[in-house]
């Protein structure tokens, strides 16, 4: 049987980092995983982290295993992380085996209970969104998201399109820093959506891995009241891999919003899903998390740190754009800075990505998305000439 198995074709993204590591150039840059990097090019270990590790390891007591949907306190302090101090009435949290875990519970109790198994998705979206919500047998479909002329979102024919979709369907929704194209909705926009999503009756699905690492914890989860303002209900896949450098200790989190008197009996189905599928969730990253927002120096600490991961997304964004301006004057990078989150779709054609990879050992997906964080001080230089040198190329420079 296995002889007669062909090989799968590579992850787009995991596959571009295992091309890097086996590249000898020494002046190699990833610009693909999605992972925070410091000045130095190090993905750290954040120093709350380290401490409420310490603080877990002298407490331990046993390894027993975790209720289905983890701790309680750990639903909590995610439904105060998302939220804020006040409480949803109607809200149920899972802990799940990272975002893409909370995202695979979220597909597997939506095709369980859905009569029409559709799933919009936005064009474009992250790649792996596709496998997660087409593996339980969903129906995919394409909203309109990014205008590539105007390197924003298309509003218009976003909310166009989301009026269109029937009601009992799912919507994934970015919640901040949308990955791949950096572009955000404003509130105004947001509100809009929320409006239509309450007017339509479809389910929003929210994917919120990048929340604190776009303007702050605050203002990158506000979207989510004018959806809880209107009684909407939905599901919220959160992760904490990137704010909390907790990448392989799988730490995330599927948080379900229902009117009070239905959301025991709905989690219940998801319970039965997970149950299913891992039976319960990994303690170490989710105890990471619990712990850290449950201590206020901790968290102060965190927040701190999260604060400066944040800051140099900004930072290095601004840097980028300027160096870009002096070496390209004629193509425009200003909406680089305008973006937010790791990502950014630069602009460049996958035939530049090619040539960059081929001859300056700089790696990126092939639509030219690149992850901002990957930039340091030492580098900057070194890609911006390059990509300066890449665009040449289409004018025969």
Known sequence: MFEQVSAA???????????????????????????????????????????????????????????????????????EFLFGEAAVPGARTAQTPGGTGALRVAAD???????????WLSDPTWPNHRGVFGAPGLAIQPYPYYDAARRSVNAGALADALDKVPAGDAVVLHLCCHNPTGADLDAEQWKTVSEIAARRGWL?????????????????????????????????????????????????????????RAADAVFSRIKRVIRVLYSNPPAHGGQIVQTILSDALLRQVWRDELNGMCARIHAMRARFAEGMARRAPDRDFAF??????????????????????????????????????????????????????????????
């Open 204 to 260: 929003p699905i929210f994917d919120a891995a990048y929340i604190g690492f776009g303007d702050s914890l605050e203002a990158d989860r506000a979207p989510l009241r004018p959806f809880l303002d209107a009684g909407v209900e939905m599901l919220i896949a959160t992760s904490f891999s990137k704010n909390f450098g907790l990448y392989r200790e799988r730490a995330g989190a599927l948080t379900l919003v229902a009117p009070a």
């Open 9 to 79: 074709p590579p992850d787009p993204i995991l596959g571009l980092t295992e091309a890097f590591k086996t590249d000898p150039r020494p002046e190699k840059v990833n610009l693909g995983v999605g992972v925070f990097q410091d000045d130095e090019g190090r993905t750290p270990v954040l120093k709350a982290v380290k401490a409420a590790e310490a603080a877990l390891l002298a407490a331990e007591k046993t390894k027993n295993y975790f209720p289905i949907a983890g701790e309680p306190e750990f639903g909590r302090k995610v439904e």
């Open 336 to 397: 680089i800075r305008a973006q937010r989150g790791m990502f950014s779709f630069s602009g460049i054609s996958a035939a530049h990505v090619a040539w960059l990879r081929s001859e300056r050992a700089i790696y990126m997906t092939g639509d030219g998305r690149i992850n901002v964080a990957g930039l340091t001080p030492q580098n900057l230089d070194y890609v911006c000439d390059a990509v300066a040198a890449a665009l040449r190329t289409e004018r025969g420079g």
């Open 109 to 119: 109790f939506f095709a369980e209970i859905s009569q029409s198994r559709r799933v």
